[in-house]
């Protein structure tokens, strides 16, 4: 099992962060039917073969996720896409 972990800076305020990960869970669970919800300040997702956590710290987000076999094979591909969403929506 692969696993992805990321640390972004940001200069949004906790509202803006949150609003911009709700827009992107959102998209990702419409194009992806993936399941998501807020517990706190951690966005929770998951989908077959994929466990994930976006939390907002103040000024960072940490992304994590826990990527099942078949995904495991896409890590790099899976986490270029990530960290370009975050620099095109947080940057």
Do not use: C
Not at 65 to 75: E, H, R, V
Request: glycine residues 6%.
């Amino acid at each position: 099992m692969a696993s992805i972990d990321i640390l972004h800076d940001h200069s949004k305020t906790p509202a803006q962060a949150r609003k911009a990960v709700e827009d992107v869970a959102r998209k990702l669970s419409e194009r992806f039917d993936m399941d998501y919800a807020w517990v706190g300040d951690t966005l929770k997702f998951n989908r077959s073969g994929v466990d994930g956590r976006i939390a907002l710290l103040p000024k960072q987000l940490h992304v994590t996720a826990d990527l099942g076999f078949l995904l495991s094979a896409m890590k790099g591909p899976i986490e270029s896409e990530i960290r370009r969403v975050l620099d095109e929506k947080f940057s």
